[in-house]
């Protein structure tokens, strides 16, 4: 379970603050994979990152005993003049991972990203695209009990894209997600509940289709 | 996945990041790495042939290039650690991602690389000196490294105060890298405090760089001494900043992570 109690998150603007959350409590139960739902700039990625405890509320607490991963899409920390290759293994002792573990990440990384050569080439000659495929299969690499995906769905071409959702769908299977996404068609077809955010409040209902019909019903 | 212990999270964050910081030191440019190396044989030639212009031959009782190179290893020590640490949050705040990235965390790493780049340094010394049949006798090595040490250390301290301001007040970094150039010329580095007149020492006694380069190069001769110095007002210079700097850092930790 996940458990959001009182819990104020703002940011100061010039107008003053900008409210994400206000008072607000919430209780995702276990094994549900999440979508998180939002119009533009309501707070949705900060949400998510609140989860994963980079971000931290002004008041109350969240409190889960479970691992999350960094949020995927943001292929944040990659040096540019260091090759894929050695990104991959800073984030594999980041992790505390022996040596055969890191050589099964890096192998696997090498097949998912389809890098070929470029595994070993620095990553300022990569193009966006690239990078994206290596950050997304580092992460598929890793076991959390919680995935935090912030729209990554969309990296590379059409044939990647495809890739990336099936190896997503077979890691649902040991682990849960926490989406967000603007794609309703993503969103139904990979979570079960969804949180609705909209000034201040969060709502979460047990069927993403609610969550959906709110969505919309806020967008009108 | 199973629960690590945090010492054990803390070691693997460090490995992880002391070796990316030398990887990024050696990868960005060869240009770069020579220069990390050759900066203080520059510094020290350029001082060498400045004293034998303006005061001429040797009038010293100890061996002024040894000096210089003693002074100035430990002087780029402090200003490298402070100026490196300085800017650490603000050059990984993409690691802060990962949440067993703690901003303090990098600083550390940092530290510790410039420890040993200058352990390098110092080796790439002895090897110069021993070829070239300088004398190469310590007074007291451990009081030495004791200096060497505890320079570091004011270095870390004085690093993490500024950090957390750099943070918020990005001009800091600016004033102290105009400020650090005029700490050069004044913190016993191409003299000893017993050559100038009192009313100089007095001055430059409020310097808290002045009495740790006297205490290194007052351990490393034999015909120099260590009675300017004031270890206790070394160790205030140490303390004081260092728990300002964690008692800020601890209070805004969550904002440095979430910048």
């Given amino acids: ?220 | 996945m199973t629960a690590r212990k945090p010492i054990n999270i803390f070691l693997a964050v460090q490995k992880a990041l002391f070796l990316r910081e030398l990887g990024m030191r050696f990868t960005i440019s060869k240009m770069g790495l020579f220069w990390t190396f050759f900066e203080p044989f520059m510094q020290i030639m350029v001082f060498i042939i400045m004293k034998l212009v303006l005061f001429g031959g040797s009038s010293e009782n100890f061996d002024f290039a040894v000096f210089l190179a003693l002074n100035f290893t430990a002087y780029n020590l402090f200003k490298n650690i402070l100026t490196k640490s300085m800017g650490a949050f603000i050059a990984n705040k993409a690691l802060f991602i990962y949440k067993q990235v703690k901003p303090i965390d990098t600083i550390i790493a940092r530290v510790f690389v410039e420890v040993f780049i200058t352990g390098i340094i110092i080796l790439i010394f002895i090897i110069i000196g021993v070829y070239f049949n300088f004398d190469l006798n310590i007074k007291n090595l451990p009081m030495v490294m004791l200096g060497m040490l505890w320079i570091s250390f004011f270095g870390f301290s004085f690093g993490v105060f500024l950090a957390v301001g750099n943070t918020f007040y990005p001009s800091i970094s600016k004033i102290i890298n105009i400020f650090s150039t005029f700490l050069m010329f004044g913190s016993a580095i191409f003299y000893t405090i017993e050559m100038l007149p009192s009313q100089i020492q007095n001055y430059l006694l409020y310097n808290p760089l002045v009495h740790f380069i006297e205490m290194i190069h007052g351990f490393y001769f034999f015909t120099l001494n260590d009675r300017f110095v004031d270890y206790l007002y070394m160790l205030f210079w140490t303390i004081t900043p260092l728990y300002l700097g964690l008692f800020l850092y601890k209070n805004l930790e969550e904002r440095i992570i979430s910048l």
């Avoid at chain 1, 999440?34 to 990625?45: E, P």
């Avoid at chain 1, 991963?69 to 800073?90: I, Q, R």
């Avoid at chain 1, 505390?96 to 050569?117: A, C, H, M, P, R």
Wanted: glycine share 10%; aromatic share 10%.
């Fill in chain 1, 1 to 220: 379970m996940i458990e959001l109690k009182n819990v104020t998150k703002y940011f100061r603007t010039n107008e003053g603050k900008n409210y994400i959350l206000k008072n607000a409590s919430l209780q995702i139960p276990s094994d549900t994979n999440i979508g998180i739902l939002g119009r533009n700039g309501t707070g949705k990625s900060t949400i998510m990152r609140m989860l994963g405890q980079i971000e931290f509320p002004n008041y109350g607490t969240i409190t889960s005993e479970y691992t999350f991963s960094w949020p995927l899409g943001l292929a944040g920390g990659f040096v540019g003049n260091m090759t894929g290759k050695a990104n991959v293994k800073f984030v594999c002792r980041l992790y505390g991972k022996t040596k055969i573990e890191t050589q099964n990440i890096i192998n696997y990384v090498k097949n998912f990203s389809e890098l070929g050569d470029y595994f070993e080439m620095p990553i300022k000659t990569y193009s966006s695209g690239m990078r994206g495929r290596l950050s997304f299969g580092l992460s598929l690499s890793f076991d959390f009990d919680y995935m935090l995906i912030d729209e990554t769905l969309s990296v590379g071409d059409a044939r990647f894209k495809k890739k990336s959702k099936e190896a997503l769908h077979e890691k649902i299977k040991e682990c849960n997600i926490l989406l967000v996404s603007h794609d309703m068609g993503t969103l139904k077809e990979l979570c079960n509940g969804g949180i609705v955010v909209n000034q201040g409040r969060i709502d979460y209902y047990s069927k993403i289709e609610d969550a959906i019909n709110e969505y919309l019903k806020i967008n009108k």
